[in-house]
């Protein structure tokens, strides 16, 4: 991916075709102390958040938008978006979880601009009426066969690609997932149960199930 436009905009050094210039020094820096660096002055700071968060936030993107395009061009906009508004990012929060929200915002806007809807299943439940497990099979975590479990991700429902996504790749709790969607814990154990059913029928249906093992 190149953002050479959107990276002097900004006055960040970075180049994603051949890596983000950053001072190796800052790199163990936390979330927290580069915005602080950023808010000071130093623009070209930004590029180790850039670094830290493209490439999950561009696998997001690729498996709500279905197309690597669209989804560079969101993810481009969220880090526009993300940048401007770090004067009112509250510190108490993570960093991460907010430009997810910004990042799922802005895959729901792309969306709807294209005329495609998003299913709403997202029902409330009583949890001790409706417990769900959610640990997925150990099968789906073989890193050799990541691919392949990918690829079946990204035919699943936006919402429900989503989902998996935020927890099982990107080790996300329920409690943020619900902030980045805007929506309950409930809600997300149920798009996310529904989510593990669709993936199993979609592994079954092309007899990947095999290979997977």
């Known amino acids: 991916m190149k953002f050479l436009i959107f990276a002097a905009k900004f ?14 020094n800052m790199k163990h820096l ?9 808010l000071l002055g130093n623009a070209n700071d930004y ?3 850039i670094a830290r968060y493209k490439n999950k936030a561009f696998s997001l993107l690729k ?17 526009v978006k993300a ?3 770090l004067k009112s990012f509250k510190k108490e929060a993570k960093f991460s979880t907010w430009f997810y929200r910004i990042v799922y915002n802005s895959a729901v806007t792309k969306l709807s601009s294209k005329r495609r809807k998003i299913e709403q299943e997202m029902l409330s ?12 099979p150990e099968w789906e975590f073989n890193k050799e066969k990541h691919e392949l479990l990918h690829a ?12 998996v996504t935020l927890f099982y790749l990107e080790d996300m709790t329920g409690e943020e997932i619900a902030e980045v969607m805007n929506t309950s ?9 529904r989510s593990r059913l669709a993936l199993k029928e979609i592994i079954s249906k092309k007899d990947l199930k095999k290979e997977l093992v």
């Open 11 to 24: 006055h960040v050094l970075c180049n994603f075709s051949s890596g983000v210039l950053v001072k190796k």
């Open 30 to 38: 936390s979330d927290s102390e580069i915005i602080d660096s950023v």
């Open 47 to 49: 590029s180790l958040l």
């Open 63 to 79: 498996r709500m938008l279905k197309n690597e395009m669209d989804a560079e061009e969101v993810l481009q906009d969220s880090f």
């Open 83 to 85: 940048y401007f508004g």
């Open 125 to 136: 439940v009583d949890d001790e009426e409706n417990p769900l497990h959610l640990a997925m």
């Open 152 to 163: 079946a991700i990204r035919e699943l429902p936006e919402n429900y690609s989503a989902v």
């Open 185 to 193: 814990v409930g809600n997300v154990k149920v798009v996310l149960y």
